[in-house]
């Protein structure tokens, strides 16, 4: 059993950076694959980014390149940092334990509560 915590979520302008926490609970935090899903409203919850115990990552090709996912397996918490943030960015963000690199929600068992993210232009 994993539970989620997300924070760092604010309202920002277009340009701005911030970085999500999603701490962790559980001793078995660094053997799951750990992902940021994000849900603007009237839309389906999407893939930003993943990253496997090895650090290996995977992001959406809408951010690569403006976010970077990182964890702490000391401290059971997962980050994504996010620059050159735009208004298409906000949405609810979700972190989310699984076992793969998966870009499909259902492939994860695990859900924070999530943190709002908005945007202005």
């Known amino acids: 059993q994993v539970q989620l915590v997300e924070s760092g979520g604010g309202l920002v302008q277009a340009g701005d950076s911030l970085r999500l926490s999603c701490a962790a609970s559980?001793?078995?935090?660094?053997?799951?694959?750990m992902g940021w899903f994000r849900q603007a409203p009237g839309k389906e919850r999407e893939f930003v980014a993943a990253i496997k115990w090895t650090s290996i990552t995977r992001y959406t090709d809408t951010v690569e390149g403006r976010f970077t996912i990182s964890r702490d397996n000391a401290k059971n918490t997962v980050y994504l940092q996010m620059n050159s943030l735009k208004p298409d960015d906000t949405a609810i963000y979700y972190c989310?334990?699984?076992?793969?690199?998966?870009?499909?929600?259902?492939?994860?068992?695990?859900w924070g509560q999530g943190t709002q993210v908005t945007v202005s232009s």
């Open positions: 989310a334990a699984g076992s793969t690199l998966s870009g499909f929600p259902k492939e994860y068992a695990y």
């Open positions: 559980g001793r078995t935090f660094s053997s799951y694959a």
